[in-house]
């Protein structure tokens, strides 16, 4: 097996479909798909591409660290108690372990993650 990942962008493979849990939704009816690349066992490290229609949802990292670039799309994120930062296309950001607030989907999003946790 090789230890070299590459992302294939346009044609990812067969996602996971998933729905946000009925006490995370806050309005709309979005959807998931997810595309798993990698992970790393038990070391809880998972990396893929994700899409989500639009929506709004509360959004609870506990102790994950997560770096996103979007590839499509606009979300606003507030974090509780915090400004709404917009993102779209080609932006790049973390959520830290403990963010707390609130994630809408303006339009379809796609982006690349990794997550450690």
Not at 5 to 10: E, G, K, P, Q, Y
Not at 22 to 39: F, K, M, Q
Not at 41 to 49: A, E, H, P
Not at 90 to 101: A, I
Request: charged share 20%.
């Amino acid at each position: 097996m090789s230890t070299l990942v590459a992302f294939d962008l346009a044609n990812p493979g067969e996602p996971k479909h998933s729905k946000p849990a009925p006490d995370r939704l806050i309005s709309g009816d979005p959807s998931y798909r997810t595309w798993e690349n990698a992970a790393a066992g038990q070391s809880g490290i998972r990396t893929g591409i994700w899409e989500a229609t639009p929506g709004v949802t509360r959004s609870i990292k506990g102790g994950t660290w997560e770096f996103c670039t979007i590839l499509s799309g606009v979300v606003l994120l507030t974090e509780d108690g915090g400004e709404t930062r917009r993102f779209a296309a080609g932006d790049t950001f973390v959520m830290r372990p403990d963010f707390v607030g609130t994630w809408e989907t303006v339009e379809t999003v796609r982006k690349v993650f990794v997550a450690v946790s």
